[in-house]
């Protein structure tokens, strides 16, 4: 009986397990284009216009700037995503075309973007918004 019992547990596992993985599950949410980035920073901070988007290699997070120049960082957060609005605070730097945010913000991990070549362009960006700060 003990035996039947745990075949049909693990049997019962197992299913669950795909049916989760079937549904989508525990897996790691991804922006799929520009346009869904913008839709993600709107539904965020309503009225933010993205005029320019920056998606990582993995598509897991994503640097937008509006018309004001004000940046916003998406990333995930479970199966949802968390978003900034960045500021001076914000420290960042250019490694093997990662850049590399960090805040203030204790709860809020540091962020490593693979841009690529756009990378040293979205610090150019980020360099600006530190020297708005200071006029």
Do not use: Y
């Not at 197992?14 to 989760?20: D, G, K, N, P, S």
């Not at 799929?32 to 897991?60: K, S, Y």
């Not at 960082?73 to 968390?82: A, D, E, I, M, S």
């Not at 250019?94 to 990378?119: K, N």
Request: hydrophobic content about 50%; some cysteine.
């Amino acid at each position: 009986m003990n035996g039947m019992l745990l075949a049909g547990s693990l049997v019962a596992i197992i299913a669950m397990t795909l049916a989760a993985r079937w549904l989508g599950l525990g897996a790691e949410p991804r922006i799929v284009d520009p346009d869904h980035a913008r839709r993600l920073a709107d539904e965020a901070h309503c009225g933010f216009q993205a005029v320019d988007v920056a998606i990582a290699r993995d598509g897991t997070t994503a640097l937008l700037r509006d018309g004001v120049d004000r940046l916003m960082l998406l990333r995930p957060h479970g199966n949802h995503f968390v978003s900034r609005l960045l500021d001076p605070s914000t420290s960042w730097r250019v490694e093997r075309g990662q850049l590399i945010l960090s805040f203030a913000e204790t709860m809020f991990d540091e962020v490593t973007f693979d841009l690529g070549e756009e990378a040293a362009a979205w610090a150019g960006r980020l360099e600006i918004l530190g020297k708005k700060s200071h006029a």
